[in-house]
Structure formats: C-alpha cells, structure tokens
C-alpha cells in the first residue's frame, strides 16, 4: 500500500525534472555553439596571419632540366602551364616563332595548303643572321653559345663533308639492310672514343642476343660536325679524318660548328639521311660516344618486344610504328642557372618541357623517323636535342616509353666495378674508352655468382 500511495508523486518528480533539464540544454546549446565559433574564427584568424609559404620541395634530379643541381636555390619556378600551350607567350622568342609556324600548317587556317619544300630543294648556304636577336631584350648579355644559337636557328639544312650512302645496302641490294642502326654522335677529336666502340658494344655484323633466337644485322655510324675553331685553337685532324673515314666507312660529317647547342642539327640531318639513304631500317639507337650500351641485352628486348606486339590486338597497344624508348625525364622544366651547359633564358623559352628520352641513348623504330623529320619542319629548333626530340614526339602526339636499364646518370658509385650489376642494365652513361675495353672483357664471362 505505501509503494502505491508514492508512486504518482515520484514521477510527478521525474517529469520536473525532465522538463527542467530540456530548458538547460536548450539554453546552453546556443552558447556551446556560440563559443565553438568564435573558436574556430580566432584559430583561422591566427593560422591566416602567421602562415608563410613552405620552401619548395628538394625534387628529385629527374624533374629538373638536365644539367641542373636538385639543391640548387636558383631554380625557375614550378611552370603552372603545359608544354604546347597554343597562347602566343609574351617576351619568349621560342613560343612566339612556334605560335607562328603552328598557325602557319594548321590545316584549317590553310585550307591544306602543301608544306615547306624538301630539304634539297632549299640547299642553300646559311650564315648567321641578327633577325631574332633584336627581339631578345637580354641578348647582349646572353652566353656565346645561346648568341650563336639564335643567329643561326633559323638555318637547319647544311651540306654534308662525308658520306656513306651505301651503309645500308654495301653489296648494292637489300639483302643486308641492317636490322638495328647505332647512330652515335661523336666529335673530331674523339678518335679513342670510336674506335673502343667499334672493338666493343658498336660491332657492326650479325650479332645474336644473349637469350639465343634471331640473328640481328647491326651497323654503326657516327654523326659529326666541323670542329669549333672558336673554342681555342685545334690541330688539324681533317687528313685522320678522311682516312678513318675510307677505313671503316661509318662516318657522316656535315659543314656546321660542332658545339653542344648544334646537336639537334645532327639529329634533324640524320633523320633527312635516314629517310634518303636507309629508309628499311627496323630500329634506330641514337647515343653518345661516352656509353656503354649492352647490344646483345637490347636485342634480346626488341625481339621481346615484336613478340609482345605481334601477339597483342593491336587496338589494344602502341602500334610498333610509335615504339620509342629510353630513361624519360618527365615534368621538367628549363635551367635557369646562368653559366650552366644547359641554360636556357627566360627570354628564349617559356613553360615546360615536354617527357623527353635523356639523350645518352634512345631507342625507335625507322618507320618513326620518316615521321620525325617531317614534323621538324613544323617545330622550330630548340638548342638542347634530347628536349627537341620529345618536342617532335609530342608535336605527332607520342609519348616515349621509360625503360629502368637505361642508365643515363649511371649506377650507383659502389655498384660500377661489379659486373654482375649489370646483368639487368642497357646503358651506362658515362664510360672511357679505357672502361669500356674493360668492361666488355668482364662481360663476355658468365659469371655463376650472378
């Protein structure tokens, strides 16, 4: 009876109880959220008054233009545009002649208007000409080698010293078209340099990979200029010349300075001989002279590779016509340090660079290079090749492939004196003459530790 007799005031109790606690929470709620606010402002406040912008990050070698220092406090900012942006860039002689010659072969500005004539219809002799130069605000105060460029960018056709037009078919037919080509530029003076090539990785023959399967036919040319008399005085090897020349028959020479800034010459003019003298060529090793190039490995990759594409749809792959392969530098942009081989002013060039194969050695196929050296013709010269050659691949809309055995900047220094090391590498870049004897020698032994 007494449980009965308090119940209905013990929940009259609760019921208050309950009513005054929604009270206190509806009039604390406001305040709570009132005084997170004000919180939240006070912190943004702070944090947008005393914020600084971090340092830019130490990138990694790969995305700074070659020849540049990852450490370096000079660097050009990060470019906020992509390569080929069609937007006339004001101030960059570059851009602004490319802006010109894009609309120039736009077929639907020209109503398909046939293109420049070929380059012996325009075989005329080219000198050094200021036309670009009073377009450049800083060109007084430029390097010797950037001056030069710029006088003469507007010539790329020069007459050739010597010749071999018979490399690819020695016998008078086709039956000994080479299936891979090494085209590897040299200079004058760097006699020891060819002839370790031609002992070693350059052989020129039929040549089996290490994996056994198809016999390759291989050949080996060397591109040259004329040499620098403006960097010093030099003794005349021209009689040397001629008579490697006549011995080996492997040396192209045209009549133009032989200066870093000048190599993409060697390339526009390799690829017109190409198209002329050995247009059935398979593949193509374009490279330095200082590389160690595993030739027997890189055989075995490519048969690897007509295998893969014979055998996949080719809707579903990289025709083999596009193949082009190295150690692809990507999202890079130009070196801005003064002094350095590689600069590039902001005068000249603007934005960045396209992905790019590093120019110690590139691999494509000869059916590639018809199409290379018709669309140079439609991009104005740049100075630095293996920059100009990814330009030229991006302007036909390719990419380049990157492959970990090349190289370029080398193994790691613990690592060069093992052979086994190199069991998985394509190219190492650089190498002596005296280290590539060397190293060959080592290789030739299989060794069971590996």
């Not at 990050?57 to 069609?86: M, Y």
């Not at 736009?106 to 380059?119: A, M, Y």
């Not at 040319?221 to 010093?232: H, I, M, S, Y």
């Not at 160690?292 to 893969?308: G, K, M, S, V």
Request: glycine content about 6%; some cysteine; proline content about 7%.
């Amino acid at each position: 009876m007494l449980f009965t007799f308090q119940s209905p005031i013990l929940f009259q109790s609760m019921a208050r109880s309950r009513c005054n606690g929604k009270v206190l929470c509806l009039f604390l709620l406001p305040c709570v959220m009132v005084s997170h606010l004000v919180v939240y402002i006070m912190v943004s406040i702070f944090v947008a008054v005393s914020y600084s912008p971090p340092p830019p990050p130490q990138l990694p070698l790969h995305f700074v233009a070659t020849g540049a220092s990852g450490n370096s406090g000079a660097q050009a900012s990060h470019p906020v545009r992509p390569f080929w942006n069609l937007r006339l860039e004001d101030g960059a002689l570059w851009n602004r002649l490319q802006h010109i010659s894009d609309r120039e072969h736009n077929p639907i500005l020209r109503n398909n208007v046939t293109g420049p004539k070929t380059p012996q219809e325009k075989m005329v002799v080219c000198e050094q000409d200021e036309m670009w130069a009073s377009q450049l605000h800083d060109f007084n105060t430029l390097p010797a080698q950037m001056k030069d460029f710029v006088l003469s960018m507007h010539c790329r056709y020069y007459p050739i010293l010597l010749n071999q037009p018979n490399l690819c078919a020695r016998d008078g037919t086709e039956t000994e078209t080479p299936i891979l080509l090494m085209a590897i530029k040299s200079q004058v003076g760097n006699f020891e340099n060819r002839q370790a090539i031609r002992e070693t990785w350059g052989r020129s023959g039929w040549i089996q990979g290490d994996d056994g399967g198809r016999v390759w036919f291989v050949c080996t040319v060397f591109l040259l200029a004329r040499q620098d008399t403006e960097t010093g005085p030099h003794p005349d090897l021209s009689a040397l010349l001629d008579l490697e020349s006549r011995t080996h028959e492997d040396i192209l020479q045209w009549d133009f300075k032989d200066t870093f800034f000048n190599l993409t010459l060697k390339d526009i003019l390799f690829w017109d001989w190409v198209s002329k003298h050995c247009p059935h060529i398979h593949f193509i090793f374009k490279g330095d002279d200082d590389v160690f190039l595993r030739t027997r490995a890189l055989l075995d990759y490519l048969n690897q590779h007509e295998a893969t594409v014979q055998k996949t749809d080719r809707n579903e792959t990289k025709d083999l016509d596009d193949f082009v392969v190295g150690d692809v530098i990507a999202n890079a942009w130009p070196n801005r340090q003064p002094g350095t081989k590689y600069y590039i002013p902001d005068s000249f060039y603007k934005g960045t660079y396209p992905a790019y194969a590093g120019g110690g050695g590139v691999v494509y196929t000869g059916s590639l290079v018809m199409r290379l050296q018709e669309v140079s013709r439609r991009v104005s010269l740049f100075p630095i090749d293996d920059v100009y050659l990814g330009m030229c691949l991006h302007r036909l809309g390719l990419s380049p492939s990157h492959h970990p055995g090349f190289l370029t900047f080398d193994l790691p220094e613990d690592l060069r004196e093992k052979p086994c090391a190199y069991h998985n590498v394509l190219l190492v870049h650089k190498r002596s003459p005296k280290e590539m004897l060397t190293l060959w020698k080592e290789l030739q032994v299989q060794t069971q530790e590996c």
